[in-house]
């Protein structure tokens, strides 16, 4: 048999019940209070984490530099190379390997160096430094400066999607190396060689390239590249003349 509640007992249960719609009423506005501040970090402090100050470079001389090309365009052997501005490996091999190809093989005219663009490290952000980079890059290549833009980015590298090619610090970057700022900022803020780089990820898909830097000697990838092994590609494709 059961027995009927009391009056007081409802009035407990009902307390009880307001009680916890408070408490759940405070979280949502702590959990509110705590997103905001996380939005105010994320606008305010954040950006001035950001690198200010510009690693400067003085610009070299390349062979027959046109675009992003360097070397004849009758070259019997064709080097392309995939890359993202932000691939700490590709800054490497831009410092190390890539001088060394250049001088060797380009200088001499038995090859043609081809950059191609492959950005990715971005994708899954919000904040789209490696395509930025692109952008500003072609922009600096339609100005007959792509080289040198290459150098000074790779010079300013300090890790992967942390602020180092935030829009601002591109638009510094084209200011160091004595570009027209007009035709840079309209060039980079209408992305007008958008279709080039596709192209370039197009291409980088048929290839199936999935890391960066992968580099191709007359359409066949070196694998595991190296100083050595990309030297080795060129010497084999000189001597089959393929």
Not at 44 to 55: A, C, D, L, R
Not at 210 to 234: F, H, L, R
């Amino acid at each position: 048999m059961s027995n009927k509640p009391s009056t007081s007992s409802k009035r407990q249960q009902i307390r009880q019940q307001r009680q916890q719609k408070d408490r759940q009423r405070r979280m949502i506005t702590v959990a509110i209070i705590a997103g905001i501040a996380l939005i105010l970090v994320a606008v305010i402090v954040i950006p001035n984490m950001i690198p200010s100050e510009v690693v400067a470079i003085t610009p070299i001389a390349r062979p027959q530099s046109n675009g992003r090309e360097l070397g004849s365009s009758s070259a019997p052997v064709v080097v392309e190379v995939f890359e993202d501005f932000q691939c700490p490996a590709c800054a490497r091999y831009s410092e190390s390997i890539e001088p060394l190809i250049v001088n060797s093989y380009v200088t001499d005219g038995r090859v043609r160096y081809i950059f191609r663009h492959y950005p990715f490290i971005d994708d899954r952000v919000a904040r789209k430094e490696s395509d930025q980079a692109a952008n500003a890059s072609m922009c600096a290549a339609d100005q007959g400066r792509f080289w040198d833009y290459h150098d000074i980015v790779f010079a300013n590298w300090n890790g992967e999607n942390q602020g180092s090619f935030v829009d601002k610090r591109l638009v510094t970057f084209a200011e160091s190396i004595g570009l027209d700022m007009d035709a840079f900022n309209q060039c980079f803020k209408e992305n007008i060689f958008i279709n080039e780089i596709n192209a370039d990820i197009a291409l980088a898909e048929q290839y199936a390239v999935n890391a960066t830097p992968s580099i191709y000697v007359n359409g066949v990838k070196v694998e595991s590249p190296s100083a050595d092994s990309i030297q080795q590609a060129i010497e084999q494709a000189l001597a089959s003349g393929s």
